[in-house]
């Protein structure tokens, strides 16, 4: 099964690659949007960068999903999912599901670093077997929706950690650092893109 981890130029993907290739996957990481049974949007660098690299290629990113491709966002590869995004200032994502990325909204420590108890909502194959369990975050910021939510976690505030719909996931937690979590999810992961 190939996936293509995509490279906006920023962070390292050398962990999100490894732990693909350690559940079965082909792994490459390119630039290049091409077809592959998943195209994968890491979670590195700030929505505003990334708003400008995902921008300035939304019509082949559009044309893939149309054509079946799917699609996981991982933390920010998650977030620019959604309309806007404030982080480095107010920037356009891709517009897949309806809300606002924004500052975490509660008197809390951020950076939000650690391992948090994660919450199906019951709508989504991908979180099977995974309510209850614990997953790690690194993050300050949250998508601020009602849209497609398939997990929630709480921290000062409820907010959406898995949104899921047709052939694009989306996770808020790092599966690749969750270990066991991690493991179901790729599980999950591998059924979904066969069915």
């Not at 107010?90 to 008197?107: C, P, R, T």
Request: glycine residues 10%; hydrophobic residues 40%.
């Amino acid at each position: 099964m190939k996936a293509i981890v995509i490279n906006y130029g920023v962070g390292n993907l050398f962990s999100i690659s490894s732990a693909l290739k350690r559940n079965g996957f082909d792994v490459e990481i390119s630039e290049e949007l091409k077809e592959a049974d998943l195209i994968v949007f890491p979670g590195v660098g700030s929505f505003s960068a990334v708003s400008k690299f995902i921008n300035d290629r939304k019509d082949k990113i559009n044309e893939l999903r149309n054509n079946g491709i799917s699609f996981l966002g991982v933390c920010l590869g998650m977030q620019i999912m959604f309309d806007e995004g404030t982080e480095g200032g107010y920037s356009k994502g891709l517009g897949w599901f309806k809300g606002k990325v924004d500052k975490i909204d509660a008197q809390v420590k951020l950076p939000h670093i650690g391992w948090d108890k994660i919450y199906n909502l019951g709508n989504c194959e991908l979180a099977e077997n995974l309510d209850g369990k614990y997953a790690y975050f690194v993050h300050s910021y949250v998508a601020y929706t009602k849209d497609n939510i398939a997990m929630i976690s709480h921290y000062g505030i409820d907010y959406p950690v898995m949104i899921c719909k047709d052939n694009i996931v989306g996770t808020q937690f790092h599966p690749e650092k969750s270990s066991n979590t991690g493991k179901i999810f790729f599980y999950n992961l591998k059924r979904w893109l066969k069915s």
